[in-house]
């Protein structure tokens, strides 16, 4: 009986691994195509006469158009089977990305980064859906760090070749390039992907209604609110990153892939390990442990003056590795934060909430930031110190989101019109959630 029992563990930790290969395949596609733009910020800019605000305007209308399609999404997505949803969204990604590829223009090209955003910027939460029906809690950290080996890889070897590509043969040419790569992965993934329709039998309340409760719960708003604070430490300095590494510190646009090669790398060593840790330490404990150095690294690499580029590069790789480890830390904590059969609706209004807060973040930092006449950007100093203040902010919402699957049923305790009673009646299940974390 054993050796059957030991046989279908092995066989469902096989079938565990091959859906995160496909769904970390689809997280590279969609992280390069959402991150070369920032890279190719220098040669947008000079191609399309355009400055930091309208540079801006590229980066977020992306984040904003996901965030708005996430909030419908989160109202109906629980209705359908996962692998059915997960296949229309990466075909209408697929699709927006071939419009950018052919776009003539500055403002066609922000309606194709629209249409590529209503559809990509779903995805992320999607995968993390199914990694929550997939994966135990106790092993979900590891499942989270391996879908950010698709960010590392899309930093490792997508982003330098999108940039190569961009440089040498035109901006438009890395978005071809994931279209054709593209394409394989939307026909493998029906043959790897389970239905995953289990929720579906269940009754489903009006969408809008849905939609209502998603927002309704004390719970789900701290877990928002760590989201935004995270992308607000992020999305309002990278971005710019590019442009500040060759107008201020005196880069080439030749030696920008470096830079993404280094830390894409020590991401892919390092991801993996992370997700280790969230599992034995706690993810809270990890978050707080690694949040503090990324605030540093963001006042860092915003002050920089002009280095030589093996400085730029580790202090990048540094930022890159901390900032993804928060982010493995902080999605264990958000996933295990909703109960199963609201699970798909959460994380696609937190997917939602995660790029209007990311879109926000670029439009503020292109709204502060300025160019001299020099081709110099000012006031990225300023940007960084908004940024380190968010993550540390980060550090106490951290704290406040707990685990609905170490304490079940406690979402009925804590709606907002009982949350100060669920905090007195379950303050020991409580404590015990957030150390679990």
């Known amino acids: 009986m054993t050796g059957v029992s030991d046989e279908h563990s092995e066989t469902a930790l096989r079938r565990e691994r091959l859906i995160l290969l496909i769904l970390a395949a689809v997280q590279f596609t969609t992280i390069v195509d959402f991150m070369i733009v920032m890279p190719l910020g220098p040669q ?17 209308s992306y984040t904003f158009a996901a965030g708005l399609s996430g909030l419908v999404a989160s109202s109906i997505v629980d209705r359908f089977a996962r692998r059915t949803s997960f296949l229309i969204l990466y075909s209408g990604f697929l699709l927006g990305t071939l419009l950018c590829a052919i776009s003539p223009t500055y403002h066609t090209l922000v309606a194709a980064r629209i249409a590529t955003g209503a559809f990509g910027g779903i995805l992320g939460g999607m995968a993390m859906t199914i990694v929550g029906d997939v994966v135990p809690e106790e092993r979900r950290g590891r499942a989270a760090g391996s879908l950010m080996t698709g960010f590392a890889l899309a930093s490792v070897a997508g982003v330098p070749l999108g940039l190569f590509l961009g440089t040498n043969y035109g901006w438009q040419i890395p978005f071809i390039a994931l279209v054709v ?11 790897a992907l389970p239905r995953l329709d289990g929720h579906v039998h269940q009754v489903h309340r009006h969408p809008l209604r849905s939609l209502f409760e998603t927002f309704s719960f004390a719970n789900h708003l701290n877990a928002f609110a760590l989201t935004v604070a995270l992308m607000m430490g992020s999305f309002t300095v990278f971005p710019y990153v590019s442009t500040y590494f060759v107008a201020n510190v005196g880069l080439t646009e030749q030696q920008l892939p470096l830079i993404y090669v ?3 790398g020590l991401t892919l060593l390092t991801a993996s390990a992370i997700g280790k840790l969230a599992d034995q330490w706690g993810a809270l404990t990890v978050f707080r442990t690694i949040s503090p150095l990324s605030a540093l690294l963001l006042l860092a690499i915003t002050h920089l003056p002009r280095v030589p580029v093996a400085v730029a590069v580790v202090i990048f790789g540094g930022l890159m590795v ?12 958000i996933t295990s934060s909703v109960e ?22 670029a439009y503020v930092g292109g709204v502060i930031i300025s160019q001299s006449d020099g081709g110099l950007l000012e006031h990225f100093g300023t940007v960084g110190w908004i940024a380190a203040g968010s993550t540390l902010v980060s550090l106490w919402l951290a704290g406040r989101v707990r685990s609905l699957e170490v304490t079940p049923g406690l979402a009925e305790k804590i709606s907002l019109g009982a949350a100060a009673e669920a905090t007195v009646d379950a303050s020991e299940p409580i404590v015990a959630t957030i150390e679990k974390c």
């Open 181 to 191: 790569g593209g394409i394989p992965i939307l026909f493998l993934t029906p043959f």
């Open 262 to 264: 280094v830390g894409g």
């Open 322 to 333: 901390s900032n993804v480890g928060r982010m493995i830390a902080a999605m264990t904590m």
């Open 340 to 361: 199963r059969h609201r699970r798909g609706g959460f994380l696609s209004a937190n997917s939602s909430v995660q790029h209007i807060a990311s879109g926000l973040g």
């Open 44 to 60: 947008l800019m000079r191609t399309l006469r355009i400055g930091p605000a309208e540079f801006g305007l590229i980066v977020s």
